[in-house]
């Protein structure tokens, strides 16, 4: 009985629980701690969509067990958006499953779909479902870069090479949580054709679908023809809709593998509480200015924050989708890594951020930081930030 358990004993500590216990511990103090580490949207949903979800509740015969994989009319939804937004065809019967959030059909696509001593190509960083779903499944991991640059390439053809078993799943998640990289039709075109190739089934997390900027459009893989025959991809109500906590996404595309999935949900849950889909139609059916809104609300939160920060001495890319600053330590501070940055920063500046470790070796030397509270408050951050790397002997101001 003093055995760890399997699983168990594969789930490292979470790097990123240490800052947000710190976190906790300041707020408690009553410390005012400028929050950009989580990736928790702070807008409100559309308000014809919390209506509906009232509206439905009231309703005596909305309360029993619904559909594991969904509604009809919620799976008619999601295909509509498809053709909507892509000019993607999907069949809402076999190639469109409801999930509850993306990262629990992820997780559960993960435990259909793989056997024990699987090897499965993730990026590195990556968002932590990515990797640990499938550790959680008992295979192993081999990491590919998340830039998309020929470097990405040659990763995934010496992945196929030298790794025994040959792996069978290669995820990508674009844009990128944490990295915010986006990718092209082109790039999706080339995996698609390199993955039919290598008989590996692709797994795209699209979470990020709708926040982009510089009015470049995210592609979707299934918009390349024929690939529906190697992928699926996931989409997620939280960040398009600001609905994180109503956990509603799907998963669409290839009929195999989302029967694969449904499979699976069906053995272990009833599908979201109805009303909750029926809001979810009304999210995806409705009127979507608010979409357009919180975009550009995002991208002003962007460009506020690059700017206010770089004028604090912290020179941050400037992302181009996902609601996350990719940010590498300033160049005089990287000898400290970065959760010891970001505990710093919290104590010190009262900033809270996540640092890049915690979603993978490869993401040390960066910490992400997200766009999740209003423009007065990134700009405060800012200068809290400035009296830091100040106090730190970095006295870079931008001119
Ligand atoms: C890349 C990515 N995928 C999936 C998720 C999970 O989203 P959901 O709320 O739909 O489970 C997140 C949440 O932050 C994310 O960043």
Redo the contacts with the bound molecule.
Sequence with gaps: MEEEFYRIKRLPPYVIAEVNAMRHAARVEGRDIIDLGM?NPDLPPPPHVIDKLCEVARKPDAHGYSQSKGIPGLRRAQANYYERRFGVDLDPETEVVV????????ATLASAITAPGDTILAPNPS?P??TFGFIIAGASIRSVPTTPDEQYWDALEKAMRFTVPRPTILIV?YP??PTAETVDLAFYERLVAWAKENKVWILS?L??SELYYDGNPTPSILQVPGAKDVAVE?T????TYSM?GW???FAVGNKKLIAALTRVKSYIDYGAFTPIQAAACAALNGPQEIVDTNRELYHKRRDVMIEAFGRAGWEIPAPKA?MFAWAPLPPELVHMGSLEFSKELLTQAEVAVAPGVGYGEDGEGFVRIAMVENEQRLRQAARNVKRYLQSKGVNRVAA
């Design positions: 990736g999930t509850l959030g993306s990262k629990e059909g992820l968002y479902i990515h998640n990128s949580n997390d979470a990020y996931f997620s109500l939280s960040k994180a956990r509603m996404g996902s």
